[in-house]
Structure formats: C-alpha cells, structure tokens
C-alpha cells in the first residue's frame, strides 16, 4: 500500500492526529552523534533529543553512523532524518513523527566521513548503541579482546576502523592532536556499569597504539552510565504500512514501539548535554541499582521468555505470556531476580515487576522471542549468571534461572521439538557447534561442555555443584519430556 504514497520528506501535509517536532530542524546545529542509529535508538535516544529541542532549544541535532549496513542510511537520509514513531499500547496506536535526527553516516562505505563527523569542534557528544557484542570486549581484564577480528583489524588499520572502539579512539587521537576539546562518551547498551566498561575498552585499544593518547583519555574523557528502558521490535512490513495509514507517507524508517520508555543517566558531561529531562530521563550520581534491577528483571526474564518461548512455538512474546504456564513461569523469575537486588531510592521492585509483565504482554507489541534469543552468550553473564551466583550466595531458589540457563543450552542445540532446524545467531556460534558436535542428547555431556565457556560462566559458577545440578536437571527434563512437561514441572516444584 506504500508505493502510491508520496515519500515522508517533510512535515507538510501530515494529518492532523500525527503529531510532529515542535521546531523548525533546519534551526538547530548538530552537536550530537550517535553510533548505532538503528530501531531502539530511533524510539529512544532520538525522541528525548526530539522533546529537548522542542522545549529547551540548543544545537543537539543528532548525525547517526552505521558502522556496518547501508540500511538506515538509505532509509532515513532521503527522508532529512525525519520518520515516524509509532507508539502501541492496549488503547491503540499514536503516530509521532520525529525530526532529531539530521541524517546518517555509512561509516563502511566511508570511514573518513564518519571520522569527520566525530572530529568536528561542533560534536560535543557521542552515544551508542550497538549492542554488546559488538564492542569486542574482554570483561576478566576490563578492556578489549586483542584476538577478536574486528579490534585486531582496527588495531592494525586504525585509519578505517571497523568498531566503535576503534572509531571512538580514532576520533579523540585526531581531536588531542588538533587542540580540540573530546566530547563525552555516552554508553546506551545493556552492560553493567556500561561506562566503565567503555572507558576501560577505549583507554587499553589507545594504549596498543599510542600510550600518550590513552593517559589523554583516561584523563581527559568523561565516560557517565546510563540504563534504558523501551521494548522496541524489530520493524516489518506491517510497520511501514501502519505508518502510511496513519501519516498518508510512506516511511522507510518507521518504528513501533511501547508506551513506557526510561532512561537513567549519570550527570557527568563536561562539555554539556541536551536537556533530556525535558523527556522525562532522570539524572543521578549512580544508576548501577537501576541498571542492575533493569537487567536481571527485565532482560532475564526476556531471556527466559524468548529461549523457553520460542521452543515452546511462541512467536511473539505477548504469544508466550498469553500461555498461563510460561506467565506463571515469568512472574516466578521476576521475583527471584529482584529477591537478589538491595533496595534502591525510588524504584518499587514488586510494582516494576508487575509492570513488568504487563509490558510483556502487550497485545499491540509484536516482539519476536527469537530476536530476543540473539546472542545468549554475551547476554547471560549479567542477566543470568550474576543474579544466579547472588541468590546462590544468600541461600535463595536458583531453580527460576537454572531453568533460564538449561533453555538457552536448549535453544544451542539448533532445532525445535518437530525437528526443524533454526540457526544460533549469536557471536560464539561457531564455538558453541564445536563443544555440542557428537553429544546427541545427553543433557549431562551438553552442561558441562556449555558450561566451560568461561566467557560466559565463570568458575564460581561452572564449578558450584548445586547450579550444575540444577542446570543439568532442567535441561534433562526438557529434553527428555519436551518444553511444555518441563514447564509445567517446574511450576510444581515451585509449590
């Protein structure tokens, strides 16, 4: 229904019931940019930077780059950055378009386009989100992974740098060089402590290259954390219609997403920031608690519903908790990961757990559960194993994610309980396939191979024999009786 329909190039000629900028773009510099511009920062990052302009001015125009595909270059730069948010709740859909961002930047196609995006004595702000594989990092050490492909490549061509630490230590050798302020370094990915973790992972790839330059960084460069918060699909054909209906354009950036959004930040920006407040963020002096609450309790719990969802034949999430067991199974797991969180200011963990799964079940959110099974093994270690070894250490239930871990071992074994076979999309793949080769279906000789992946299990974890049995229990019985006998049962333990 889109090709008839003229291109979303303007505000102009918008219904009225489609809301837009509350500002002219074209009078707002660019001071921000945003490596990452895909889904979740269009219905996230950009919004706040769309209400922060509209209410408190200031050159924070957002430039995207795309360190790897063409696609949102190609989808948003026709389109003068502007594209339509669509927000869907139980009560229906609202049309939103967003005008923050000026266009994008394929950095793969030109490296020395996104370096000058960053060098520019405009930029004052760089945020990202790329999800956690792809930083290459080695969290025993606190910096990079020097083996890993992509930090290699950049270690050895530091003029076409492939990943976003690589660019983010490119871009500040050249801005120390010219006598240029840096801009503050934004992590907006699900990574405990993701400052820290960014900072440790920029300072040690300089230090490979130039020692000077990476005691510049330490010094000079401001890394805050963050936490966010916002269920965002993956987008569909059906988005892009959706989109036409509402706004009478067809849209090839269009994005759907939840009513509930959050965004905790730490306020540490030397060289300023938008006022995201205007969007509702909420600056603090620490969101570790927050971040630590959002990634065992929604995250794992997602896990679980995407491993044990998709095996189980749900497609979407809402799918999964419209099963009484699997929401049974849910609510279980959103309270023990908050029975191993302190108390935080604020942050009410019964009403966010219940939130919490009404969220999940969103009848309007198409969120695949196979999406979400995405790369386990650089998800686990903190939405699973962390909460699994606290809980361990303050004698409570680790069954719940036991139960989480022996699904994503499941879901490793690449097939569905009719025998149909589905890829592991995840970075350690190849390894993962090595370690399972010959091992049919022993629930036993699978554990322990999968287990030993000391990137994703530590040995306090691997080596507890109350978490490796449990772990190898739940895995025998889902294999051994088929995921819906295996959840019931777990609910009966349960009591």
């Known amino acids: 229904m889109t090709a008839a329909l003229p291109r979303l190039e303007?505000?102009?000629?918008?219904?009225?019931?489609v809301a837009r900028p509350g500002y002219d773009p074209a009078r707002h510099g660019i001071g921000h940019v945003h490596i990452g511009p895909g889904g979740f920062h269009r219905a996230h990052q950009a919004v706040y930077a769309d209400e922060a302009l509209a209410r408190s001015g200031g050159d924070w125009r957002i430039l995207g780059i795309s360190l790897r595909g063409r696609e949102a270059a190609a989808a948003l730069n026709p389109q003068h950055g502007l594209y339509t948010l669509l927000?869907?709740?139980?009560?229906?859909?609202?049309?939103?378009?967003?005008?923050?961002?000026?266009?994008?930047?394929?950095?793969?196609?030109?490296?020395?386009?996104?370096?000058?995006?960053?060098?520019?004595?405009?930029?004052?702000?760089?945020?990202?989100?790329?999800?956690?594989?792809?930083?290459?990092?080695?969290?025993?050490?606190?910096?990079?992974?020097?083996?890993?492909?992509?930090?290699?490549?950049d270690l050895a061509r530091p003029e076409a740098p492939r990943t976003p630490v690589g660019l983010i230590a490119a871009a500040l050798g050249v801005r120390r060089a010219r006598g240029l302020a840096p801009f503050t370094v934004l992590c907006c990915d699900n990574l405990p402590e993701n400052g820290t973790l960014l900072r440790g992972a920029v300072v040690d790839f300089a230090r490979r290259r130039d020692p000077a330059l990476a005691d510049w960084i330490a010094a000079a460069v401001?890394?805050?954390?963050?936490?966010?918060?916002?269920?965002?699909?993956?987008?569909?054909?059906?988005?892009r219609d959706e989109a036409a209906r509402l706004?009478?354009?067809?849209?090839?950036?269009?994005?759907?997403t939840e009513p509930f959004c959050q965004w905790v930040i730490e306020d540490r920006f030397p060289q300023g920031r938008p006022a995201w407040e205007d969007g509702g963020a909420v600056f603090t002096a620490d969101v570790a608690p927050w971040e630590?609450?959002?990634?065992?309790?929604?995250?794992g719990t997602h896990s679980m519903l995407a491993y044990a969802g998709f095996l189980a034949g749900h497609c979407h999430v809402r799918d999964a908790m419209a099963d009484p067991v699997?929401?049974?199974?849910?609510?279980?797991?959103?309270?023990?990961?908050?029975?191993?969180?302190?108390?935080?200011?604020?942050?009410?963990?019964?009403?966010?757990?219940?939130?919490?799964?009404?969220?999940?079940?969103?009848?309007?959110?198409?969120?695949?559960?196979?999406?979400?099974?995405?790369?386990?093994?650089?998800?686990?270690?903190?939405?699973?194993?962390?909460?699994?070894?606290?809980?361990?250490?303050?004698?409570?239930?680790?069954?719940?994610?036991?139960?989480?871990?022996?699904?994503?071992?499941?879901?490793?074994?690449?097939?569905?309980?009719?025998?149909?076979?589905?890829?592991?999309?995840?970075?350690?793949?190849?390894?993962?396939?090595?370690?399972?080769?010959?091992?049919?279906?022993?629930?036993?000789?699978?554990a322990?191979?999968?287990?030993?992946?000391?990137?994703?299990?530590?040995e306090a974890f691997a080596a507890d024999g109350a978490i490796r049995?449990?772990?190898?229990?739940?895995l025998g019985r889902i294999l051994g009786r088929g995921i819906a006998t295996a959840m019931r049962a777990e609910l009966a333990a349960a009591g």
Not at 10 to 17: A, K
Not at 99 to 108: H, P, Q, S, W, Y
Not at 227 to 235: C, E, F, K, L, Y
Not at 251 to 256: K, S, V
């Open 247 to 256: 706004t009478g354009h067809d849209d090839h950036a269009a994005i759907a």
């Open 326 to 446: 699997l929401a049974a199974l849910a609510r279980r797991h959103l309270a023990a990961a908050a029975a191993t969180l302190p108390p935080v200011p604020g942050l009410d963990h019964v009403a966010y757990a219940a939130a919490l799964a009404a969220r999940f079940a969103n009848p309007m959110l198409a969120h695949e559960t196979f999406q979400i099974a995405m790369d386990g093994t650089e998800k686990l270690p903190q939405r699973l194993v962390a909460p699994a070894l606290d809980a361990r250490a303050a004698g409570q239930d680790i069954a719940p994610f036991a139960f989480a871990v022996a699904a994503w071992m499941r879901h490793c074994l690449g097939r569905l309980e009719d025998g149909s076979r589905h890829p592991l999309r995840d970075p350690r793949a190849g390894a993962i396939a090595t370690r399972l080769a010959g091992l049919g279906d022993d629930p036993g000789a699978i």
């Open 469 to 474: 049995d449990a772990v190898t229990a739940a």
């Open 292 to 299: 630590r609450a959002k990634l065992r309790m929604l995250n």
């Open 87 to 153: 927000v869907q709740g139980p009560e229906g859909t609202r049309a939103r378009v967003i005008g923050a961002i000026a266009g994008v930047v394929a950095a793969a196609g030109d490296p020395a386009a996104a370096l000058a995006a960053l060098t520019r004595p405009a930029t004052r702000l760089v945020t990202l989100t790329v999800t956690e594989k792809a930083y290459g990092l080695d969290r025993a050490c606190g910096g990079v992974d020097h083996a890993h492909p992509d930090i290699a490549g």
């Open 448 to 458: 322990g191979a999968l287990l030993d992946l000391r990137e994703v299990f530590p």
């Open 222 to 239: 401001a890394f805050p954390a963050s936490m966010v918060d916002r269920i965002t699909p993956a987008p569909t054909a059906a988005t």
């Open 10 to 17: 303007s505000i102009d000629g918008l219904p009225p019931g």
